[in-house]
């Protein structure tokens, strides 16, 4: 009958005691190093991704936009929030949710308990269509997959949020209205995904923001993060 595993490894040790082999040698630990290295390398992609981005011309937006909204936030963000296009004031700005909807998000970021400055948020398309129109579909196609697809890729979060109907039907490839996709679960390439109402629409449909902090909870809910004061907080709004 073989010895417990416990039995034979003292049996190991002691006939190393025995030849003089007092201190076992320990490896270089590489671990760190390397996730340093790979987030190093991860920054320079979105860096130069950024940049090439800047002077994008696949689609006719170039043609009329005065800068390009790549996205902020750090690496390795818990949530990515996906917003439509870029408004005016983010295009002013060259950063995206700007203006009194960007007021109302970080204002509902610090009801969850966050700073804008540890989540991701990169518009759909990156140049502001013409007119305030919503970017057609063939802007979409062109723009998603070389420049939003990558962007998450390299991020990395646990969870993305898509904010409003053109980002959340873009990713889902559904034309179902965004009323009926909030507050459920999908997947994206195998990143849960959580649809809510985008903050210009909550800014003139206030009876909506209960949902929208509803959503917020439950995305919350999925990462493991309580948020003070649980689902008590569901029923109160972030005001205007």
């Known amino acids: 009958m073989p010895a417990p595993p416990a039995q034979a490894l003292f049996s190991i040790l002691r006939r190393w005691r ?13 671990e760190e190093a390397d996730v340093q290295e790979e987030l190093e390398r991860r920054t320079a992609r979105l860096a130069e991704a950024r940049a090439r981005c800047a002077d994008c011309t696949r689609c006719p937006l170039h043609k009329s936009r005065a800068r390009a909204v790549y996205g902020a936030g750090p690496l390795g963000a818990d949530i990515l929030f996906v917003t439509g296009a870029p408004s005016p004031a983010d295009e002013a700005a060259g950063l995206p949710l700007q203006g009194e909807e960007g007021a109302l998000f970080d204002r509902m970021l610090a009801r969850l308990g966050l700073k ?10 990156k140049c502001r269509p013409p007119g305030e129109r919503h970017p057609e579909a063939s802007e979409i196609a062109t723009c998603l997959p070389v420049w939003l ?84 907080l569901a029923s109160p709004a972030p005001e205007s």
């Open 149 to 232: 697809a990558a962007q998450i890729a390299l991020v990395q979060p646990r969870a993305i949020c898509t904010l409003g109907s053109t980002a959340t039907s873009a990713l889902l490839g559904s034309t179902d209205p965004i009323a009926r996709l909030r507050g459920q679960r999908f997947d994206w390439r195998g990143i849960p995904l959580f649809p809510t109402y985008h903050p210009g629409y909550l800014l003139k449909r206030t009876s909506s923001r209960k949902e929208a902090w509803s959503d917020m909870l439950t995305l919350m809910a999925h990462l493991g993060k309580s948020v003070e004061g649980g689902p008590a």
């Open 116 to 125: 804008r400055e540890a989540v991701y948020v990169a518009p759909l398309v």
């Open 18 to 30: 025995a030849a003089g082999l007092l201190h076992l040698p320990v490896a270089p630990f590489e």
